[in-house]
Nanobody
Framework: QVQLVESGGGLAQNGGSLRLSCAVSGSASSWISMAWFRQDLGKGLEIVCGLSWRGTTYYADSVKGRFTISRDFAGNTTYLQMNSLKPEDTAVYYC???????????????????WGQGTQVTVSS
């Protein structure tokens, strides 16, 4: 059973930085694809970025150039480095994982079977 545990959320100032971590256990980590989603109050869950098992990345236009997704060599931990944070980045962030044949980033929330518990990111203006 794949388990995801997130950490690293918190409060940041406008223009500040935060790094989220997602520890993956119970899987063949190097073959698993990862993604970060977020959900603000009253809004739907949206994909922020993703990293396929082959190393392909995807970033939503709203975070391109500011956020970076990466993983450690063993594939056990995935990171989301968030720079130049804006108040509109405020949301609960979730990491998600699954195994796909597709070597590109799968973007649909319903395609991911494994989810972390979520971590709050709040950016003050």
């Amino acid at each position: 059973q794949v388990q995801l545990v997130e950490s690293g959320g918190g409060l940041a100032q406008n223009g500040g930085s935060l790094r989220l971590s997602c520890a993956v256990s119970g899987s063949a980590s190097s073959w698993i694809s990862m993604a970060w989603f977020r959900q603000d109050l009253g809004k739907g869950l949206e994909i922020v970025c993703g990293l396929s098992w082959r190393g392909t990345t995807y970033y939503a236009d709203s975070v391109k150039g500011r956020f970076t997704i990466s993983r450690d060599f063993a594939g056990n931990t995935t990171y989301l480095q968030m720079n130049s944070l804006k108040p509109e980045d405020t949301a609960v962030y979730y990491c998600a994982a699954d195994y796909f044949w597709d070597c590109t980033v799968v973007r649909g929330r319903i395609d991911y079977d494994y989810w972390g518990q979520g971590t709050q990111v709040t950016v003050s203006s």
